[in-house]
């Protein structure tokens, strides 16, 4: 019984908590890769809540209490909570950009079209360019 106090104790508090939290918008960027996703956490192994495409614009938020300090989560300083139509959820901050970028189904929209993807297909493409690491290794030779 004394744990299921502290369980419920715990989960009413956290609700709570998320009540008094509030969203709010600090700026306008654009995605800067060809396909991509808005996770639900901040993490790429995370759920996917939407995909989304080159020079998509979100809208890039913070979470603030009612007494005007920002909230943090632990382990979101690469990434940025965004919204995007109904969805909120978060982006590798290096996705996004401040201006428009120029997009490879922009410059051959032709060819891109050809293509003919469909909704999976997108998805899984974005998936992929997620979980793509991308720099300098730091293998010696």
Not at 4 to 32: D, P, W
Not at 132 to 141: A, H, I, N, P
Request: net charge neutral.
């Amino acid at each position: 019984m004394k744990y299921f106090l502290i369980l419920f104790m715990f989960l009413f508090s956290s609700t709570l908590h998320c009540a008094e939290m509030k969203k709010v918008q600090i700026g306008l960027r654009y995605f800067n890769r060809i396909m991509g996703n808005i996770h639900q956490n901040a993490s790429r192994y995370s759920q996917v809540l939407t995909t989304i495409s080159c020079n998509h614009p979100v809208k890039v938020l913070k979470e603030i209490s009612k007494d005007g300090k920002e909230f943090i989560l632990f382990g979101e300083e690469n990434w940025n909570l965004v919204s995007v139509g109904p969805y909120s959820g978060f982006v590798p901050t290096e996705f996004l950009s401040d201006q428009k970028n120029e997009c490879f189904e922009e410059q051959y929209p032709k060819f891109f079209d050809q293509l003919n993807l469909d909704i999976n297909d997108l998805y899984y493409w974005a998936r992929l360019n997620d979980l793509y690491v991308s720099g300098k290794s730091k293998v010696k030779e």
